[in-house]
């Protein structure tokens, strides 16, 4: 396998990159990684002994959070990002990651990598954290702000094939999210997905209300850019706002804060469960290669989990058998 690495992308970089891709390297010596960036910024940060399954690639120019994607990936094509999107575009290559510009990376996708036949739209497919720790794929979250039918069904058989061929689940559920759980709910948008979802060759349990995805109802879940990152940033703003309530409570009285000395170990390991990082590593799903996003304040050990995404899709054979789903589509 060979994974490309943008190491200049995301707000830790490029320390953050490059420590995950020396553990990694170190851990799976079948894979070869290459650094992409600024070789000046990334080389003393190896120190002696650099793996021999490490390398790096020059790319001078960098795509900042703040760069207008399409305009950034069309300008700055010696950026680490584009660079990196041709490693794989051009079979050097199996697979990029990046933390950096989620606009940019989607730009780079479509213009360096290029979609796959019969994919129309292709979708950001992050993991989300359950309670049965089984966790959820959701697309799309924010790739595409509107969506076809159409559309939908596709992200419903490309995250089943996902699911398969990454996390080795035999018959994933797909679940559409709507606002409600009966057929006949919810706009002409959805009625028509859920329709199309029912006849396609996939595990469709329908409808599934916000509420509920955390709960293990489903494996994926089906949504356009819009509704979908709303749902992220309810469930995001939620989490954040009962963690500062506990924390203003357990901190109110005496008596509070001995209780919550007591209650820390537990409290540390439901924000383990739900910690982001564990589940750091978002295809891109519909294109012509694997390109992986990473969370813009991935840490080390989270990128270290991207890689580990990353290897098991390449493991699963995730692009051919896209590639075979659509083909004639």
């Known amino acids: 396998m060979k994974i490309a690495v943008d190491a200049m992308g995301g707000d830790h970089a490029p320390q953050a990159p490059v420590e995950a891709v020396l553990q990694a390297a170190s851990e ?8 992409v960036g600024q070789k000046d910024r990334i ?9 021999k399954n490490v390398s790096i690639e020059e790319a001078p120019e960098v795509i900042e959070a703040d760069d207008e994607p399409v305009r950034a990936v ?6 680490s990002m584009v660079v990196a999107g ?10 990029m990651i990046s933390a950096g510009n989620t606009g940019a990376l989607m730009a780079t996708g479509l213009l360096v ?11 950001l497919a992050p993991m989300l954290p359950t309670i049965d720790d089984a966790g959820l794929l ?8 509107d969506a076809k039918p159409e559309h939908l069904l596709q992200y419903g058989l490309m995250g089943s094939l996902y699911r398969q061929k990454a996390h080795g689940i035999e018959r994933p559920r797909v679940g559409l999210l709507n606002v409600g759980t009966e057929a006949a709910k ?7 997905a859920f329709e199309l979802l029912e006849q396609a060759p996939i595990h469709f349990v329908g409808n599934v209300e916000a509420r509920d995805v955390l709960y293990g109802v489903c494996d994926i879940i089906v949504c356009d850019g819009f509704s979908g990152n709303i ?17 203003r409570e357990l901190t109110a009285t005496v008596t509070s804060k001995i209780g919550a000395a007591i209650l820390k170990p537990a409290f540390r390991r439901i924000r383990d469960k739900m910690d982001y990082n564990e589940y750091n590593g978002a295809p891109l799903l519909g294109l012509n290669g694997l390109v992986v996003k990473g969370h813009g304040s991935s840490n080390a050990r989270a990128m270290k989990i991207a890689i580990r995404q990353t290897r098991s899709a390449l493991a699963g054979g995730l692009i051919d058998a896209i590639k075979s789903e659509f083909s004639g589509k």
């Open 231 to 247: 749902m992220l940033k309810a469930i995001e703003g939620t989490a954040e706002a009962i963690f500062k309530l506990l924390k």
């Open 74 to 79: 069309r300008r700055k094509t010696g950026s």
């Open 28 to 35: 799976w010596t079948d894979t070869h990684f290459t650094l």
């Open 138 to 145: 959701a697309l799309d979250l924010g790739a595409n702000m």
């Open 86 to 95: 041709r490693m794989v575009k051009e079979g050097a290559a199996d697979a």
């Open 43 to 51: 080389q003393p940060l190896l120190g002696a002994g650099v793996p």
């Open 113 to 123: 990598v290029g979609r796959l036949p019969g994919i129309e739209r292709p979708g």
């Open 186 to 192: 919810g706009n002409e948008q959805s009625k028509a």
